[in-house]
């Protein structure tokens, strides 16, 4: 069952944070594929902080 291994040829046992992007055509997805911090990264970038910015003018707005 030798070819049925998910790990890479090069693995040693050690944490991996990003792997080499081996996709044909990158996109987005296999960005966000590469390991915990870019998914991470992601989301607190497209979803958490517009979040302060939402609160922040509501507030301002509802205070007026």
Do not use: C
Not at 37 to 42: D, E, F, K, M, Q
Not at 47 to 63: D, T
């Amino acid at each position: 069952m030798e070819g049925l291994s998910t790990l890479p040829s090069n693995y040693k046992g050690e944490n991996m944070l990003f792997e080499q992007m081996t996709d044909v055509v990158p996109s987005i997805f296999a960005w966000l594929n590469q390991g915990p911090l870019t998914l991470t990264i992601a989301l607190h970038t497209f979803i958490i902080l517009p979040m302060f910015w939402i609160y922040a003018s509501e507030k301002k707005r509802l205070n007026k």
